[in-house]
């Protein structure tokens, strides 16, 4: 199985930092990587796909980039609806897993 | 407009059954394979398992935690999903999201349900 981990597992940022994410995968995944934002009590919410490919309606201060083993999920000025829980999951052959999660909190 | 909507969680004893049931609609749930994630109280996602469509024979896949315990099916007529769970254990209390795969495999999980709460206790 592939293994992903995610660091840090905790974030304290302030509205408008600048905020980096790193996933890393056990062996290569080639771009096969997602990120997920799930805010409490709520279902996660696709941000970005194929490491690098923003869904429809994200806000552009979220992308992505990696491939192989070592991936980054960057937020360029950190808004307050971005305090949440960010996990990265890669599809690269089964069984699917997910990083462990990092959450973002008010610094 | 995507909507996910699971049903049939609840309190189950452990070694009982419970069947989980997503209905979809708002695309066109023949064309999709879909997934069951997992998500333990106050812990990370876990992925479940997974149904293709019917172009692929419907086969699945199944996390090795579950395999021989969970079969994923689905009704194309009636855009549904469904989750048999068996010899449940305590450590399946979870929220268990229904989450549609994107089109063009291999690919995420583009659209989650809002989950429901299976809790096994005796």
């Known amino acids: 199985d592939i293994q992903m981990t995610q660091s840090p597992s905790t974030l304290s940022a302030s509205v408008g930092d600048r905020v980096t994410i790193t996933c890393r995968a056990s062996l290569s995944i080639s771009s096969r990587l997602a990120w997920y934002q799930q805010k409490p009590e709520q279902a996660p919410k696709l941000l970005i796909s194929?490491?690098?490919s923003l869904e429809s309606g994200v806000p552009s201060r979220f992308s992505g980039s990696g491939s192989g083993t070592e991936f980054t999920l960057t937020i360029s000025s950190l808004q307050p609806d971005d305090f949440a829980t960010y996990y990265c999951q890669h599809y690269h052959s089964y069984p699917i897993t997910f990083g462990p999660g990092t959450k973002v909190d008010i610094k | 407009e995507v909507h996910l909507v699971e049903s049939g969680g609840g309190l189950v004893q452990p070694g009982g059954s419970l069947r989980l049931s997503c209905a979809a609609s708002?695309?066109?749930?023949?064309?999709?394979?879909m997934d069951w994630v997992r998500q333990a109280p106050g812990t990370g996602l876990e992925w479940v398992g997974r149904t293709r469509n019917k172009a692929n024979s419907y086969t699945t896949e199944y996390a090795a935690s579950v395999k021989g315990r969970f079969t994923i099916s689905r009704e194309d007529s009636k855009n549904s999903l469904y989750l048999q769970m068996n010899s449940l254990k305590t450590e399946d209390t979870a929220v268990y999201y229904c989450?549609?795969?994107?089109?063009?495999?291999?690919?995420?999980?583009?659209?989650w349900g809002q989950g429901t709460l299976v809790s096994v206790s005796s």
């Open positions: 194929k490491a690098s």
């Open positions: 708002g695309f066109t749930f023949s064309d999709h394979y």
């Open positions: 989450v549609r795969v994107a089109l063009v495999v291999p690919a995420a999980d583009d659209f």
